[in-house]
């Protein structure tokens, strides 16, 4: 079966940076788009990036352009994210996400989810 786990996430303060990551099994990484979204408590679901299994990136929002950085080991089935000059709007649970077809990675309803992973962002 497919299964995303994530890991990485934690306690930082304000400024600094994190690297979550995400394993991939039951899955040909290749046949794949993978993403990141994240959820802080009371909000929606948040599109945060995603990128091809060549490693394109698809997709940054604008709250994370410049600071994150998306990536992908093949080798590892892992995808990252890197994440630099944190605030506390970032805190939220991260959650990996693979769909076979790109189009439809900001529809929440297809493909697949990791767990979470929580990254808490301290002033």
């Known amino acids: 079966q497919v299964q995303l786990v994530e890991s990485g996430g934690g306690l930082v303060q304000a400024g600094g940076s994190l690297r979550v990551s995400c394993v991939a099994s039951g899955v040909t990484f290749s046949a794949y788009a993978m993403g990141w979204f994240r959820q802080a408590p009371g909000k929606e679901r948040e599109y945060v990036a995603a990128l091809r299994w060549n490693g394109a990136v698809i997709y940054y929002a604008d709250s994370v352009k410049g600071r994150f950085t998306i990536s992908r080991d093949t080798a590892k089935n892992t995808v990252y994210l890197q994440m630099n000059s944190l605030k506390p709007e970032d805190t939220a649970v991260y959650y990996c996400?693979?769909?076979?077809?790109?189009?439809?990675?900001?529809?929440?309803?297809?493909?697949?989810w990791g767990q979470g992973t929580q990254v808490t962002v301290s002033s």
């Open positions: 996400r693979a769909v076979r077809n790109p189009a439809t990675m900001n529809f929440t309803g297809f493909g697949f």
